[in-house]
């Protein structure tokens, strides 16, 4: 099988565009705070209202894929995403600008649900690993990016300019994917459920929302609210999709053990990379007296570390168990954390920087086995319910870490960054035992 270069270019230039972006938005939040005169606990709302739109449309729209096809779901996810773009980079005030986040959020949801599927149907199944293991090349050379491009921008420019590189790379994003994504794919035969799609929005979203509202400590009535909602959203949409055949939740794969411990693994790590970057640049200008340039660039060996090793990790993705792999991976990542919590401003540039390294080592050893893991212990003909809980691990885990940091500000105050990266240190442990569970479950099961 040749691999259409063209089509995986198009792929990874989307997933480099949304990832830029979100990078970029939480190496700025300090800055973005100040701009907008509001306290850095509010100012992670910018965050957690992209992540929860992200969350609530990510299942939703990787339903569509599996019945219209990814291709379509995937341009129209781009297209979104760079008209969002231009209202955030024109927000006025807070709330303008969450609106603006929330509607990104609603465009990423469609490109990053059918991401991983596209470059499933892209690669041969012997091959998947080097394939995700790209993908995840791709994502943490962005990751590195992002720091850097947002420090270099405010040096010199205003906050909303960081948006409106958006413009101009995804308008090139899109008419590459246009030109060069297939057609073809498996598609789902069953008609699309309007009201499961409502009621899987309306779950996720208040489940978030209760989750943001609480670790902000807002009114505990409309936090209480939103999980009451959240509990009933979520046993209708039971209920509803009980006995389908690809249920738009796709609780048929989480009976799949080595699905769900890899799942469960990968929120409880993303999570743990949550609490770290949105923490990071307040932990490094607050707590260890740097100036906004620096932060980036100290940042960024973390996701270089993971740019790096990703493509290998991806192969020995193919070879060793991923069980194994992500273990001793998670591990090295809560060890990092745990030793960045400990400096002090008195710290040299070398010793922030070989911590940040280790981080990213041990993420490179977790991500590429953990998605080779997710996509392969999925039938063909579920790549899109797949490739949409593989993102919606990842989103969960990464805005309830967003979510913590928050609750960590405004419990700690100045001392929240370091609580964060405590909490970080802690949940990162947690997913290196989900991940060595999976050394006692056969594939097959």
């Known amino acids: 099988m040749t691999i259409d270069r063209r089509a995986l270019a198009a792929v990874l230039m989307a997933v480099s565009l949304v990832t830029l972006d979100s990078s970029m938005t939480n190496t700025a939040l300090p800055a973005i705070g100040a701009g907008l005169q509001v306290r850095p606990a509010a100012s992670i709302w910018v965050v957690n209202a992209y992540q929860l739109a992200v969350v609530a449309a990510l299942l939703p729209f990787a339903a569509l894929a599996d019945r219209l096809g990814a291709r379509r779901v995937h341009l129209f996810g781009l297209a979104f995403f760079v008209l969002a773009s231009a209202v955030s980079a024109l927000a006025w005030s807070?709330?303008?600008?969450?609106?603006g986040r929330a509607l990104q959020g609603l465009g990423a949801a469609a490109t990053m649900s059918v991401n991983v599927a596209l470059v499933r149907q892209l690669y041969p199944a012997h091959r998947l690993g080097r394939g995700v293991g790209l993908n995840a090349l791709v994502v943490g050379v962005s990751f590195a990016l992002g720091p850097t491009l947002?420090?270099?921008?405010?040096?010199?420019?205003?906050?909303?300019?960081?948006?409106?590189?958006n413009l101009p790379l995804g308008a090139l994003a899109f008419l590459v994917a246009r030109a060069s994504l297939p057609h073809g794919g498996p598609r789902s035969q069953q008609p699309?459920?309007?009201?499961?799609?409502?009621?899987?929005?309306l779950t996720f979203a208040c489940a978030l929302g209760a989750l943001a509202t609480a670790a902000q400590r807002g009114a505990a009535t409309l936090a209480l609210?939103?999980?009451?909602?959240?509990?009933?959203?979520?046993?209708?949409?039971?209920r509803r999709q009980a006995g389908h055949a690809a249920p738009m939740l796709p609780v048929d794969l989480l009976r799949r053990p080595l699905f769900a411990l890899s799942v469960a693994t990968s929120m409880c790590s993303f999570a743990a990379?949550?609490?770290?970057?949105?923490?990071?640049?307040?932990?490094?200008?607050?707590?260890?007296?740097?100036?906004?340039?620096?932060?980036?660039?100290?940042?960024?060996?973390w996701a270089?570390?993971?740019?790096?090793?990703?493509?290998?990790?991806?192969r020995l993705s193919d070879r060793y168990p991923p069980g194994l792999m992500g273990g001793v991976g998670l591990l090295l990542l809560g060890t990092g954390l745990a030793l960045l919590a400990l400096l002090t401003p008195v710290a040299s540039t070398g010793a922030i920087v070989w911590r940040m390294a280790l981080c990213g080592l041990g993420f490179a050893l977790f991500q590429s086995p953990n998605l080779n893991a997710l996509m392969s212990s999925a039938p063909p003909e579920r790549s899109g319910g797949a490739s949409a809980m593989v993102a919606m691990a990842r989103l969960n885990g990464q805005a309830s870490g967003a979510a913590l940091v928050a609750l960590c500000f405004g419990l700690a105050g100045g001392r929240g960054p370091?609580?964060?990266?405590?909490?970080?240190?802690g949940l990162a442990t947690v997913a290196a035992l989900a991940s060595s569970a999976r050394l006692c479950v056969s594939r097959a099961d």
């Open 225 to 238: 609210t939103l999980v009451l909602v959240a509990l009933i959203g979520g046993a209708l949409l039971l």
């Open 273 to 301: 990379q949550g609490l770290a970057f949105v923490s990071l640049p307040f932990f490094i200008e607050a707590v260890l007296q740097r100036d906004p340039v620096q932060t980036g660039f100290l940042i960024a060996p």
């Open 304 to 314: 270089i570390v993971v740019a790096a090793g990703a493509p290998l990790a991806g």
């Open 418 to 425: 370091v609580w964060a990266l405590w909490l970080g240190a």
């Open 150 to 165: 947002a420090s270099l921008v405010l040096a010199v420019l205003p906050w909303p300019w960081l948006y409106a590189l």
């Open 192 to 201: 699309f459920d309007a009201l499961g799609a409502l009621l899987t929005a």
């Open 94 to 99: 807070l709330p303008a600008l969450v609106l």
